[in-house]
């Protein structure tokens, strides 16, 4: 069963002049931890951007389930989480406060609600500090909560804009372990990501992306198997997407 597909789609920033995203179709069956992967200004956060309904496609259609943001929009938010790559988190509010204001949003409330916090930070290791101001906290454990605010409604399905980028090893363990038994429990997750071994590692699907399009598609394994003589998903990458260093994004 597909989770989410997109036909004919395409972005522009410049009134049609140029396209970042160009005529991608793109298909996610459920149970998937997708991985979204590519060199800077590749398009992931603009795809990944438009997949969960934050940015307009320029032209083109994207369902979730079978619906649609235009005619179903109240529907597919309930079924959805967005982790974004900015920290969507109000500094001056303290974690419990943020992750209040942020499960309200997906109409948790009262007992319910505190239990989904408690355990939520129990799990990212920051109980102890439920209480203080996120401007206190460090980039990890900002990450850490950044991914709660996105999973307190326990979503169908997951979006994640680059959720390990510039957090430690351990933190980047919890993050993963978490969206490793969501997904266990039915979530679709979709996530970019530049760390290719993580990706090779965590994914059961992955697209490599770039200048708008999708260059290959499949496993990690079906991906090395399918560049020769390629090891690991670094070495597939670079043949894919050449050694130029890229000054897009
Ligand atoms: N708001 C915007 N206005 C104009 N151009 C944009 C905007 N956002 C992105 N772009 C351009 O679109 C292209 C794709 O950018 P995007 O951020 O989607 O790539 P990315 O693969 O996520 O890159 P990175 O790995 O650096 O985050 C780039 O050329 C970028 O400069």
Known sequence: ???????NLNKSYDGKK??????????????EIFGLLGPNGAGKTTLISMMCGLMKPTSGKISLNNLNFQSNPTEIQKKMGVVPQEYA?????????????????????????KNRIESGLKKVNLMDYRNRPIKDFSGGMKRRIN?????????????????????????REVILSILEELNTG?????????????AQN??????????GRILAQGTAEELINSVQPATNLEEVFLELTGNQIRNDA
């Open 186 to 198: 039915g979530t679709t997750i979709i996530y970019t990501s530049h760390h290719l071994s993580e």
């Open 18 to 31: 140029t396209y970042v995203i160009k005529d991608l179709n793109l298909t996610i069956e459920k149970g």
């Open 202 to 211: 965590f994914c059961t699907q992955i697209s490599i992306i770039d200048k």
């Open 1 to 7: 069963m597909e989770a989410l597909k997109c036909q």
């Open 147 to 171: 991914l709660l605010t996105g999973i307190l409604h326990n979503p169908e399905i997951l979006f994640l804009d680059e959720p390990t980028v510039g957090v430690d090893i351990q933190s």
């Open 89 to 113: 988190l109000y500094p001056t509010l303290t974690a419990f406060e943020n992750l209040e204001f942020f499960g309200s949003l997906y109409n948790l409330k009262g007992k319910d609600l």
